[in-house]
């Protein structure tokens, strides 16, 4: 059994002071790929310790999937109230431009092209 790093892992015996079926992580897989430090965890995710051991010791766990949160529809305008409330948009109305979006005006009338040849031509 070929063990990598960040593996599930539980003990397939007895190894005191931890018990057959104790789980952890592999944190270290030597250059031989025959022993392995391995994290032991309580159920709460505590370190219990940190053991060297032989991949004979140990099986490999599939890692519990991760749950899926269910879509959620969300109007535009509830979307709004919550982005406002995280502070990442105003709460204006939907459909207005921001103030600001465009920037200054500019062009010939504005004063912003003056002295720029271009200006003559888009006319």
Do not use: W
Not at 79 to 88: D, F, Y
Request: proline fraction near 11%.
């Amino acid at each position: 059994m070929r063990l990598q790093e960040l593996d599930s892992v539980e003990l397939t015996r007895d190894l005191p002071p931890f018990v057959r079926g104790t789980r952890g992580v592999v944190v270290l897989v030597y250059p031989s790929g025959k022993q392995v430090e391995v994290e032991f965890l309580n159920p709460k995710g505590d370190t219990l310790g940190v053991e060297s051991l032989p991949t004979a010791f140990l099986r490999k766990v599939p890692r519990a999937p991760k749950p899926k949160a269910a879509p959620r529809k969300v109007s535009s305008q509830e979307l709004v109230k919550l982005l406002a409330q995280e502070g990442n948009v105003s709460d204006r109305r939907i459909g207005q431009p921001h103030p600001k979006a465009f920037g200054p005006p500019c062009g010939p009338k504005a004063g912003g092209l003056e002295g720029d040849k271009r200006a003559s031509r888009i006319g």
